[in-house]
């Protein structure tokens, strides 16, 4: 594409044209026959905006708070691995770029820089995102680094307790990348003639016997508010609220987990309406268009979260494409509000949404 990206899919194919082959088929793949990839973003398609007309909306205010931290519109980074597969800068830039743009980021546990170098980097308000291994006394040691260098909630991921089968890594013998975060605590050596390293390497990570039992643990180390990422069942939602979660993230993790896992907007609804309004609850999951953050809110969701728009946007153009990814998306977002007659984000309701499954 020789002309200036207009919009978030724009930043797609400027990827593909930016990255090698095999560090944008990481970024953009999904599991085995990538249904359910295919599916988030259809999901969000499927549903119909219901607009209200002669309300003022010569204002649009798209801010909102979550965990009580404001910010300027609902959509947040989420946690995604190595971004210095993207530019040699990686999280730095991405952290910027969120500061900029007054949301929050979640640092993943696969970082390529540290959290600490993050943490002196930027002002954004930051999460950390955490995979309970093995070793369990590396978890602990990451959530006390986590809260020393001000990351204000851990976000525990749920749906990882060995890696999914994605086959373009498989293909491209895909070879892995420093676990920043890891570094000097552990170390794993792993051979595989056959397929990607990194299913090797994270099988051998990832401790795939927790339970809910363990929240208890997490919270038992930690005062930060945890959020758990990864529900898309209403019986999940209620198990994480009764375990004392501060947070639910509806998530099928860019569907790289489990392929034919429901589209995460189609089961949005049923988490909310389990929750009752006791916890936050945010989706993530083929968010590209204003009009998906606003239909992800009408349902429910405090706010959105995005992955491979900023994988992308820093992949084309490094920090100032994630800032414009975001800007983007804000933009998007306020023209929805104004046009659906909601100049606020509590004025977006249930009745701005019509669902396949709503009765006519
Ligand atoms: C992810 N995701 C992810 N999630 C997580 O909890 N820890 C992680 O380290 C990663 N890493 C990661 C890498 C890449 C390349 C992608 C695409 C995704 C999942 C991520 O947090 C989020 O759930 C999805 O990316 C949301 O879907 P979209 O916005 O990419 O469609």
């Known amino acids: 594409m020789s002309s200036e990206p207009v919009n978030v899919n724009d930043f797609k194919e400027l990827a593909r044209n930016a990255l090698p082959k095999i560090y944008y088929d990481y970024y953009a793949g999904g599991a085995e026959d990538e249904h359910t990839l295919r599916e988030n973003i259809q ?10 007309v002669l309300v003022d909306v010569s204002q649009i205010d798209m801010s909102t708070t979550i965990l009580g931290y404001p910010i300027s519109a609902p959509i947040l980074l989420a946690p995604t691995s190595a971004h210095k597969l993207a530019i ?3 999280e ?4 910027r770029a969120a500061a900029a743009a007054n949301t929050i980021m979640i640092l993943s546990y696969s970082s390529t820089c540290s959290m600490e170098e993050v943490a002196s980097s930027c002002n954004a308000v930051r999460f950390f995102q955490l995979h309970i291994s093995k070793r369990r006394d590396i978890s602990a040691l990451l959530v006390q680094r986590a809260e020393r260098f001000g990351y204000k909630a851990i976000v525990l991921t749920a749906d990882t307790p060995r890696l999914g089968r994605r086959e373009a890594d498989i293909r491209n013998k895909m070879i892995g990348f420093p676990v920043k975060n890891l570094e000097g605590l552990m170390s794993i050596d792993v051979e595989s003639d056959q397929g990607s390293k990194l299913e090797a390497y994270y099988n051998e990570l990832l401790d795939a016997s927790i339970r809910w039992e363990d929240i208890g643990w997490l919270r038992s180390i930690t005062n930060l508010p945890i959020l758990i990422k990864g529900i898309l069942t209403h019986e999940d939602a209620t198990k994480a609220v009764e375990a004392g979660v501060d947070g639910i993230i509806v998530s099928n993790h860019g569907a790289r987990q489990l392929d034919f896992a429901p ?33 992800a809110v009408a349902l429910g969701a405090q706010a959105v979260l995005i992955g491979r728009p900023v994988l992308f946007g820093l992949a084309a153009k490094g920090e100032g494409g994630v800032r414009t990814v975001l800007e983007m998306l804000k933009n998007e977002l306020e023209i929805s ?12 309701t249930r009745s701005h949404v019509r669902t396949p499954y709503d009765k006519l």
């Open 43 to 52: 999901a969000f398609h499927r549903i119909t905006i219901r607009p209200r």
């Open 88 to 90: 040699p800068e990686g």
């Open 92 to 95: 730095l830039a991405t952290a």
């Open 263 to 295: 589209a995460t907007v189609s089961v949005l609804e049923e988490v909310v309406d389990a929750v009752k309004g006791k916890v936050a609850v945010l989706l993530d999951g083929g968010v590209r268009r204003g009009t998906d953050v606003f239909k």
């Open 337 to 348: 509000m104004a046009l659906s007659g909601c100049p606020c984000i509590k004025d977006i």
